[in-house]
């Protein structure tokens, strides 16, 4: 089997484009491949957290992965921060990248061009790809499934463990950045023409997993459309109607081309009124389960676990690693 390997960040509420870009294809990649999944709570520290906010996004984020179907028997889930090799190998890999090979990452390009006049960015967030190459190399995964953004950062990941492995001896294995085709983007049901995200301002373009049933109904009744009224998938011209199109077809697991059949000469409102429908079933489904899972210590017993297998793993690795690189001085 081959393994495959991912880290989310406990940054927010969980909105409807994370349950379907990474939390469902998580859930459907547990039977195929071997899942090391892991709660990114080191690198949330990159940007100021609420310390009660961060407890609770947390445990919320364990709870709907395993809400959604999340097998902890199939999968080692547990806390970054309870393996502590991940901070040890980061260090010594953050010793082998360059300053300049972590300024081209587009991620801190990015926020660094954002900075006003008097603000100033933290190391964390220049320093942080040594940290996911380390989660990352520690497990020797085939595949990483990120998001776009998170490409370059697997590939860095590739370099710095070729420069090991060529400056040591085979150490690592090359990791494969995983980037979804379809379902990897969910647009803003105010303004299809922007990605779904938790940061936005208002949230009535945006649906969370653990929104009240009747108000996700009514976000999706009030979806930005179009007004020629025809239930047809053309993203560019129609971006609204193909969003909500996409929602529906990965909810009901219809194809796009059977829902364009079934809503031929329909209007938008009963289109919507269906798919208010699914989007609240399938929400009530997982809100129930996840007021079972996040009272009394099922979380804490599953991290528990997760964090021993996933510890076995890394500490070998990382003795592995310190053989090599002489901090071990046993013969
Ligand atoms: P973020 O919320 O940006 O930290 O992303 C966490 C995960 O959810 C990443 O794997 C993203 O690719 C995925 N994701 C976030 N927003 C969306 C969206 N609107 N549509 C699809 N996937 C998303
Ligand atoms: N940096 C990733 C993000 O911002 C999360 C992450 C941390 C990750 N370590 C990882 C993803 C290792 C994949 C592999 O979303």
């Not at 901070?87 to 300049?100: I, N, P």
């Not at 105010?190 to 997993?209: H, L, R, V």
């Not at 930005?224 to 697991?253: R, W």
Request: aromatic residues 8%; proline residues 4%.
């Amino acid at each position: 089997m081959k393994r495959m390997l991912s880290g989310i960040k406990p940054t927010g509420r969980v909105t409807l484009g994370n349950y379907i870009g990474a939390i469902k294809p998580f859930v459907s990649y547990q039977d195929e491949y071997e899942m090391i999944v892991f709660v990114a709570n080191l690198h949330s520290m990159t940007i100021y957290q609420e310390p009660k906010e961060l407890r609770k996004n947390t445990r919320d984020l364990i709870a709907l992965y395993l809400a959604a179907g999340l097998d902890p028997e199939k999968v080692t889930l547990f806390l970054q921060s309870d393996v502590l090799e991940h901070a040890q190998l980061g260090w010594y890999l953050g010793c082998m990248v360059s300053m300049g090979e972590l300024s081209r990452m587009t991620q801190y390009k990015d926020k660094a061009s954002k900075l006003g006049k008097n603000e100033s960015i933290g190391a964390g967030i220049f320093n942080y790809p040594s940290l996911m190459n380390a989660d990352i190399l520690l497990y020797d995964p085939d595949y990483v499934p990120v998001g776009e953004d998170q490409k370059q950062h697997c590939e860095l990941a590739r370099d710095i463990a070729e420069r090991f492995n060529s400056r040591y001896s085979e150490t690592f294995k090359l990791p494969e950045p995983l980037v979804p085709k379809v379902g990897g983007k969910i647009m803003d049901l105010q303004d299809p023409t922007k990605k779904m995200s938790k940061s936005e301002q208002t949230s009535k373009g945006c649906i969370y997993i653990l929104d009240d049933i009747q108000v996700s109904k009514k976000k999706i009744m009030s979806a930005v459309t179009d007004s020629d009224n025809h239930i047809i998938y053309d993203p560019e011209n129609k971006p609204g109607i193909s969003n909500l199109l996409s929602i529906y077809s990965i909810l009901s697991k219809k194809s796009i081309a059977s829902l364009e059949e079934q809503y031929q000469g329909c209007g938008y409102g009963q289109f919507k009124k269906d798919l208010a429908e699914v989007v609240g079933q399938e929400l009530q489904k997982i809100q129930d389960r996840y007021h079972e899972i996040i009272q009394g210590s099922y979380i804490d017993d599953v991290l528990k676990n997760g964090a021993d297998h996933a510890r076995y793993m890394a500490r070998k690795k990382l003795a592995k690693v310190e053989r090599k690189i002489g901090i071990t001085i046993k013969k």
